[in-house]
């Protein structure tokens, strides 16, 4: 949800900066050339499809440096393993913490 956010504000940080640049008073026409697949379906412009594998690739890192943060935080944990085992050993050592501080509480 915040990533979309952040999509759609640097949408509107483009478009401005495409109608700022302008140097008549009417907003620029930008064209992006769109070509139909077999299916009869349009294919993405190229401009679009680049921009929205940087904005995917920006999201996977994110999603990578997080998980590198968990890995940290677990103890004994390998470095490397799947994303699913590293989440159920997340899940394993909340729950132990969370047992633990109800203990110390009660």
């Known amino acids: 949800e915040e990533e979309e956010e952040e999509e759609e504000e640097e949408e509107m940080l483009c478009m401005k900066t495409e109608m700022s640049s302008s140097s008549s008073s009417q907003p620029r026409k930008v064209e992006a ?36 943060k968990l890995r940290e935080i677990i103890p004994n944990s390998e470095q490397r393993r799947d994303k699913a085992s590293l989440l159920l050993e997340v899940i394993d050592y909340i729950q132990f913490l969370q047992h633990k501080v109800s203990k110390l509480e009660g």
């Open 33 to 68: 050339k769109m070509t139909t697949t077999t299916a009869g379906r349009q294919k993405i412009p190229s401009t679009s499809r680049s921009k929205h594998s940087e904005t995917e690739q920006r999201r996977r890192s994110k999603i990578n440096d997080r998980f590198q």
